[in-house]
């Protein structure tokens, strides 16, 4: 059974910094693509980071240059380093995995989602 696991929000004020953690299990982390994603209230939730089995990393224009994504195989965990936040960065985190399992069949897994509030 697939989980996602995050942690790691809270509040903090513009211009600090946050790290997100999501913890994997039930499934072969190091051979799938590892996405976040955030939902702002009354807004679509949007994709913020990527890191792919190779590791390439690919961002949302908002926060590049601001956020990294990463990966740990050992642990089975993938990170969000936060830096130089913005009250606009105030969201939902989640961690996502897509799974194909075969042509045209792909299964979506997210966590429960931690919240990120950016606030002076």
């Known amino acids: 059974q697939v989980q996602l696991e995050e942690s790691g929000g809270g509040l903090v004020q513009p211009g600090g910094s946050l790290r997100l953690s999501c913890a994997a299990s039930g499934f072969t982390f190091s051979t799938y693509p590892m996405s976040w994603y955030r939902q702002a209230p009354g807004k679509q939730r949007e994709l913020v980071a990527v890191?792919?089995?190779?590791?390439?990393?690919n961002y949302a224009d908002s926060v590049k240059g601001r956020f990294t994504i990463s990966s740990d195989n050992v642990k089975n965990t993938v990170y969000l380093q936060m830096d130089s936040l913005k009250p606009e960065d105030t969201a939902v985190y989640f961690c996502?995995?897509?799974?194909?399992?075969?042509?045209?069949?792909?299964?979506?897994?997210w966590g429960q989602g931690t919240q990120v509030t950016v606030s002076s």
């Open positions: 996502q995995t897509k799974h194909t399992v075969r042509i045209g069949v792909v299964y979506t897994y």
């Open positions: 890191i792919t089995i190779g590791g390439t990393t």
